[in-house]
């Protein structure tokens, strides 16, 4: 029984890890695009016209997969997000990476997961574990790196750079509100919903968008659809998939991939050779994931050694602490708090099962 517990978490955590993959793949392949397609719409058309294909996508997705609207208690946290995340960070970042260099917004905007951490820690009952802390402040010292080495230096408005911590604090919080929406939710659910909010945020945007998109080359339009398409649609969906079954503190630190991956691409596709420091710097953010990823992945991992594991504890422990209504509690970002045992920094082996018809796989 136990070995069967073990390899389930097991297939569960490597399930998460793969969606995750995807995602930050997606999302360093979206800088790209964002850089060719800002020449020709601005931040607010830009981020329309994305959300716009996304949910396109989105909601086929649903109708395909027969699942319907969310339960009442995912709103909270699945409009939070979709205003915050889905629509604010997108037009700041959009509009402050106009304003400053990629390096300053690559170092600011991965302030990010730090605020997740700690938003998490103290909103979602996740803790602090000093793992995870120790890999963040790793992987945010190479982000920095990777940051410096390619900034031009003296190019930085301070609005670019308020902007660009405006659109870190939005994705944190969006973020942090998402994960108790996936508790009544499925991923795809919350991600569809979430991108049709965005949507509507940004719609005062809409007469930039149909101007500029007369005008814009071909080319810059695809790049737009590939957004709402791919880094939108699908990565955020393999986002809220994996967050479904991990802590959000956890999930941001992956995100710190990104930019190693950025400089990958730009070297293969633009044929931009990076310095031994940003190199460096890569190496740090890898080291700093890993770090924040390794250890202890489930609350039975701390269960006393002894202690009977099956269905008579199971059935035991069902019945002495019943579920009721008063073991969920409004808290002051979205939604409903997590289980008291969910406080753990590792996998969320008990997570229940999504609300719904059908447990939807693509997530944020």
């Not at 979709?82 to 300053?104: P, Q």
């Not at 995870?132 to 031009?152: D, P, R, W």
């Amino acid at each position: 029984m136990a070995a069967e517990t073990v390899a389930g978490k097991t297939r569960t955590e490597a399930a998460a890890l793969a969606a995750a993959a995807v995602t930050v793949v997606l999302w360093a392949s979206a800088f790209v695009s964002i850089r060719s397609a800002g020449e020709h719409y601005s931040p607010g058309a830009m981020a329309l016209g994305r959300l716009g294909a996304g949910a396109l996508v989105l909601c086929a997705a649903l109708l395909l997969r027969r699942e319907g609207l969310p339960p009442r208690a995912a709103w909270p946290g699945i409009a939070t997000s979709g205003v915050l995340w889905f629509g604010g960070y997108m037009v700041a970042l959009n509009w402050g990476e106009r304003l400053v260099d990629a390096g300053t917004a690559a170092m600011v905007v991965n302030v990010g997961p730090i605020l997740m951490a700690l938003l998490a820690g103290r909103f979602l009952k996740e803790g602090f574990p000093p793992r995870l802390m120790a890999g963040i402040a790793v992987s945010f010292a190479g982000a920095v790196t990777v940051g410096l080495s390619v900034s031009q230096g003296g190019d930085s408005s301070p609005l670019g750079v308020v902007l660009c911590l405006l659109a870190a604090i939005a994705y944190a919080i969006g973020v942090v509100s998402q994960k108790p929406a996936l508790r009544h939710a499925s991923p795809l659910q919350v991600t569809a919903f979430g991108c049709l909010i965005g949507f509507a945020a940004c719609l005062p945007f809409s007469g930039q968008l149909l101007t500029q998109a007369g005008d814009a080359p071909l080319s810059a339009s695809l790049n737009v659809a590939y957004l709402g398409v791919f880094p939108t649609a699908l990565a955020f969906s393999t986002w809220a998939f994996a967050l479904s079954r991990t802590t959000a503190g956890r999930m941001g630190s992956t995100t710190y991939v990104v930019p190693v991956l950025v400089v990958l691409m730009s070297w293969l596709a633009l044929d931009e050779v990076p310095a031994p420091i940003t190199l460096a710097g890569g190496l740090l953010c890898l080291a700093g994931v890993a770090v924040s990823r390794s250890g202890r992945t489930s609350p039975t991992a701390r269960r006393p050694r002894g202690r009977p594991e099956g269905a008579r504890g199971t059935a035991r422990q069902a019945t002495t602490h019943p579920r009721t209504a008063h073991d969920e509690q409004t808290h002051p970002l979205a939604g409903t708090s997590p289980p008291k045992e969910a406080g753990s920094a590792g996998l969320a082996a008990d997570v229940p099962s999504p609300a719904g018809p059908s447990n939807g796989q693509p997530g944020a």
